[in-house]
């Protein structure tokens, strides 16, 4: 990340801490080293470097290689083992050898295969990745502070606050429409290729220069060292960058990265905007803006359904609900893993 855009974390966890303290809640918890590492990837023991503007910058194969194992060592499943690499890959339709150079730290996945991983284990995708649902629910949990829409952009919004279409399209690179059939809990779902094509497009349309116009396809690969005419194929929507371009294009623009791909300081400002925003919604005449969306939709449909099963089924989706907490760290404390583990 650019130091001219680098957030200043110790402020931002002076904020927070401030902001636990008047909510009743011990800050040491709150902001603890052990929470931030789960939620942003980072190694524990590089946090306070991180946060104080000293580490050195980790080079993006290894940093993504380090993330997967933390995702496999904090996301385990509800035996309290790590996920064989086949059960990850499978949900993506892919084999599990696929991941193998990735959990070896040997080379970097194919784009598909980190939107796949980061979709197993339920962490942000990214802008460029993330799928229709979890893109809208990051930008409504988002505190207000963190998501407030440039000058150039305010003049299209509706005046009735975050939660506008206009709004919420400009954060996410959906179109209006898309957003509205996802909070009916329709979530269209693209090809990558093309999703990746449209938020691109999005990005160069609405983050664009002084001058108003859109930044050239060179300036935006110089930023990572590359040519524009390797943006070329993804500009016409013929094809997909590699993870290393997709890094350079969201911190160019100063978009989340994602759990893999976000660089230290945009990882732990994530974690901490992620804190900030659940403290704020502990408000009690607040309602968390993602939890009233789940109450109107998603959670009443799941149920409705969920009543025509058998007794056989019930286990299953309970099984698999298990399964899905445990991904997402949200389980509880699992039980010891056995002695050696899954590969």
Do not use: C
Request: hydrophobic share 40%; no cysteine; net charge neutral.
């Amino acid at each position: 990340m650019r130091a001219a855009v680098r957030p200043d974390l110790a402020a931002i966890r002076r904020r927070v801490e401030a902001l636990s303290e008047r909510r009743g809640h011990d800050p040491a918890e709150v902001v603890g080293v052990e929470r931030l590492s789960h939620l942003s990837g980072v190694e524990p023991g590089r946090i306070a470097q991180v946060v104080a503007g000293t580490a050195a910058e980790v080079p993006l194969e290894r940093r993504v290689h380090q993330r997967f194992l933390r995702l496999r060592a904090t996301r385990r499943d509800k035996h309290g083992r790590e996920w064989p690499l086949a059960a990850i890959a499978d949900d993506f339709d892919a084999p599990g050898a696929s991941l193998g150079p990735l959990n070896a730290g040997t080379g970097l996945p194919r784009m598909g295969h980190a939107a796949g991983v980061q979709r197993f284990f339920g962490v942000y995708a990214g802008f460029l990745l993330a799928d229709s649902k979890s893109a809208v629910e990051r930008a409504l949990a988002l505190p207000a502070t963190a998501t407030a829409l440039p000058a150039a952009a305010t003049a299209t919004a509706a005046p009735n606050g975050r939660d506008d279409l206009a709004h919420l399209s400009y954060l996410t690179g959906m179109t209006p429409q898309a957003i509205r059939l996802t909070l009916d809990g329709e979530p269209p779902r693209l090809p990558l290729k093309e999703q990746v094509h449209q938020r691109f497009e999005h990005l160069r349309r609405t983050r664009v220069r002084e001058d108003g116009q859109a930044h050239s396809l060179a300036a935006i690969a110089r930023s990572f060292d590359a040519s524009g005419q390797s943006l070329t194929r993804l500009a016409q929507g013929e094809g997909l960058p590699n993870l290393a371009a997709a890094a350079g294009i969201q911190r160019f623009y100063g978009v989340e990265g994602g759990f893999l791909l976000a660089d230290d300081t945009e990882a732990l400002a994530g974690a901490f905007a992620l804190i900030e925003a659940e403290l704020e919604s502990a408000e009690p005449d607040r309602e968390n803006p993602m939890l009233a969306v789940m109450r109107a939709h998603d959670v009443r449909s799941i149920v409705t359904r969920a009543g025509r099963l058998s007794p056989r089924g019930w286990k299953s989706l309970a099984d698999h609900l298990d399964d899905l907490l445990a991904r997402e760290g949200r389980l509880g404390r699992p039980a010891e893993p056995d002695e050696g583990g899954a590969p």
